[in-house]
């Protein structure tokens, strides 16, 4: 607790010292307004800060998986965005008390008592105006984000050359979903129609790699009607993510965390999926095979470790083409390529592209790119290939910014 309070003391005094800061351009744009717009101005100023230091307050002392999904989800993102947006205001701000007190000091410690080129004057209107529009950006972007990326479903179609892939199985059509965060959406219009344009696609076999929920199984109740949908003529395999084990969030006992882990894959079974927990299937069709392997979640460093690769690939030795289903896309550096080179596919998800971005034709950015190696879309070392789903959901952050939802559509062929 004593940890808590001390971070809860550096927020509110790093928050507060922002919109002090901030505060200076507010007085400066506001001061030859009518004094009505004037006061509704200033005070309103504060309001957000007044909700965030609320949230903060409610984190520390409360438990805030008593409340809903959206509200956690709101006070965080809420938050995070509002106080990213100052900054901006802050880095035009100090720009220019920056120069403004290099002018002081020259002025100072100048031997000549002439004045120096220039007009030394307080912060400017125009500055000040510029400082909050520069910070009105970032919010204007992620409201753009929330109302429009959120559900903004586009399907990825990704041709595979597998060599070994047996003739019954060229041509196959895999669909890809991952991150569905169920506990995170707003509009079950939209996710619905998400579930149609895959189910369009009309694929062989799909698969769901991971992070069903966000923190407790009871999120997906709601949304079972429309993930059930999800058919597909070979079958639909699944497996868990990070998120799926409750690991984030407080239990108030450990048999509660096994229960609803356990009812998590519960759900599966009620979707109608396939859930492989460190095993694999064998698909047969015309007397070919295709291994399908799913492991728990594993993933370098921080993440958890629950994935058992040598007990998920034993038996497949007969099948020639092996799929591998792993949440986090770290797995393929670290276990599966040093060990299985015979595995040739392997699909993940679990980076979302970090919800944010720029693809325009072959340029592609993100700040996960800084975090991942792999992070998004296509890779191959050798005769090996991962793929990384963007996600079908969100998670903290309730939309996406040029990195939108994904559905993958991947068709192998023998080469």
Not at 134 to 140: E, L, Q, T, Y
Not at 147 to 160: F, N
Not at 216 to 226: A, G, I, K, R, T
Not at 367 to 373: D, F, G, L, R, S
Request: net charge positive; charged share 20%; aromatic share 14%.
């Amino acid at each position: 607790m004593k940890a808590r309070l001390m971070t809860l003391f550096i927020f509110i005094i790093l928050f507060l010292l922002i919109d002090a800061y901030v505060f200076q351009a507010v007085l400066n744009v506001s001061k030859s307004w009518a004094p009505v717009w004037k006061q509704i101005f200033r005070y309103g100023y504060w309001l957000p800060t007044a909700v965030a230091i609320a949230g903060m307050l409610w984190w520390t002392f409360s438990n805030p998986y008593h409340g809903t999904d959206y509200l956690r989800i709101y006070i965080l993102a809420g938050s995070a965005i509002l106080y990213f947006s100052k900054l901006f205001a802050v880095l035009f701000l100090f720009v220019d008390d920056l120069q403004r007190g290099v002018h002081w000091v020259v002025q100072k410690i100048s031997s000549t008592k002439e004045k120096l080129p220039g007009v030394l004057i307080t912060r400017s209107e125009f500055l000040s105006q510029a400082a909050l529009a520069a910070s009105a950006v970032p919010i204007g972007l992620s409201v753009y984000g929330v109302v429009t990326g959120a559900h903004d479903y586009r399907v990825k179609k990704i041709p595979i050359k597998l060599p070994q892939l047996p003739q019954a199985f060229d041509g196959i059509r895999i669909a890809q979903i991952s991150d569905i965060h169920s506990g995170s959406f707003w509009n079950k219009k939209a996710v619905k129609g998400g579930v149609q344009m895959l189910m369009d696609e009309k694929p062989d076999l799909i698969f769901f790699t991971g992070d069903l929920v966000n923190n407790e199984s009871s999120e997906v109740n709601e949304y079972l009607p429309v993930f059930e949908k999800l058919k597909a003529p070979l079958g639909v395999f699944s497996i868990t993510g990070n998120h799926d084990y409750g690991d984030y969030r407080q239990w108030p006992s450990a048999e509660k965390k096994r229960k609803n882990f356990a009812d998590l894959i519960e759900a599966h079974r009620l979707l109608g999926y396939d859930l492989l927990m460190n095993e694999n299937r064998i698909i047969k069709l015309n007397g070919d095979q295709l291994a399908i392997i799913g492991i728990e979640n594993w993933g370098a460093g921080r993440f958890s470790k629950y994935g058992k690769l040598d007990q998920a690939y034993r038996g497949i030795d007969e099948a020639s083409t092996k799929i591998l289903l792993s949440h986090d896309p770290t797995s393929w550096d670290a276990i599966v390529r040093p060990t299985y080179p015979d595995i040739d596919l392997t699909l993940s998800g679990h980076t979302h592209g970090f919800q944010f971005g720029v693809e325009i034709g072959n340029i592609k950015w993100s700040p996960c790119q800084y975090v991942y190696k792999q992070w998004a879309g296509l890779y191959q070392e050798g005769s090996q290939y991962l793929y990384v789903n963007r996600g079908f959901g969100f998670l903290g952050y309730p939309g996406r910014i040029g990195m939108p939802p994904e559905i993958t559509i991947l068709e192998l062929k023998r080469s």
